[in-house]
């Protein structure tokens, strides 16, 4: 804590006291809970108002890793631990190699566990981390700042800017902006139940955001079919299961015993497993087909050849 008296915050939209929980300490239990449920569903009405901007910013991140680039994600506090762990999900979910999509939490990931709530308001403090990923004009960064007035978070964007990386800010906060932001992503959540409490509502509408980029642009870049995740590679019973039911999906004649030999002939991998099948071609040449398609099996599957 520093002695100099820090800057007023109290015209933040997350800071605002909620008309409906004045008398929160006086709520029986069943009615915190309730009115701490009720209040969610304006987060879900936040992302679907900010959905084209999300949007936008999904198909600035695709851009990056399809030339090589990749996402970061940076916040302090209940936004680092989101943006960490979108990025940790990546690649159990869609088979991403796990450069490709970072979280950077504010004091390291010793603070996923616990608070380092002083690191944030370092405004350089993520230059190391930049300079240790080799930050550059190949990848996207989004810096998430629910109150919208962290300086880790806001100099982040300055710094990545400057490095040339297409830069986006993720706040609930309408009326910030902040240097060097490309792409803002206002989820409008206004106050908490709890007052400041972003860890609440703010924190679910952030949730929603980043599984929604993440999706999109893994969407994007071919890592499914439909609603399927066909890029899974089987690695548990879980996930082995998973790939023989969505295998049988095509094709629903074989067998659970038929899909599992095919996926173990391929390496577990379902993609390739399926043009081996449907192609009938060897498990090097499905590969080649799947890398010539840039790994999009639904154009693998109507080429053709």
């Not at 009405?45 to 901007?53: F, L, Q």
């Not at 806001?154 to 906060?173: D, N, S």
């Not at 139940?193 to 929603?208: D, F, M, P, V």
């Amino acid at each position: 804590m520093t002695s100099t008296l820090p800057p007023d915050r109290s015209h933040v939209a997350t800071e605002q006291r909620h008309d409906e929980s004045r008398a929160l300490d006086a709520l029986e239990t069943v009615d915190i809970v309730l009115l701490l449920a009720r209040d969610q569903r304006r987060a879900i009405e936040a992302v679907e108002r900010a959905s084209d901007a999300i949007a936008r910013f999904a198909d600035v991140a695709a851009a990056s890793l399809a030339q090589g680039g990749r996402l970061l994600y940076a916040g302090a506090g209940t936004s680092g631990r989101l943006g960490v762990l979108d990025a940790s999900e990546c690649p159990p979910t869609f088979r991403s190699d796990p450069a490709q999509v970072v979280g950077i939490i504010a004091g390291g990931d010793g603070a996923l566990r616990r608070s380092s709530e002083g690191r944030e308001d370092e405004w350089d403090g993520i230059a190391a981390e930049f300079e240790r990923l080799q930050l550059d004009e190949r990848d996207s960064f989004l810096g998430i700042a629910a109150g919208g007035t962290t300086p880790y978070v806001l100099g982040a964007i300055r710094l990545a800017k400057a490095r040339g990386a297409a830069t986006g800010f993720l706040t609930c906060a309408p009326h910030v902006r902040a240097e060097g932001c490309d792409h803002a992503i206002v989820l409008e959540t206004g106050a908490e139940i709890l007052t400041g409490s972003t860890r609440l509502k703010a924190g679910t509408a952030t949730k929603i955001a980043l599984n929604a980029i993440t999706t999109a642009m893994f969407v994007r870049l071919g890592k499914t079919y439909g609603n399927l995740m066909v890029d899974l590679a089987a690695t548990n019973d879980k996930l082995v299961d998973r790939a023989v039911r969505i295998y049988r999906e095509f094709f629903a004649n074989d067998s659970r015993e038929t899909a599992h030999a095919q996926l173990m002939e391929a390496g577990g991998l379902l993609k390739v497993a399926i043009v081996m099948r449907a192609k009938d071609v060897s498990r090097m040449r499905a590969q080649a087909m799947l890398d010539a398609c840039r790994g999009n099996l639904r154009a693998v599957l109507e080429a053709s050849v």
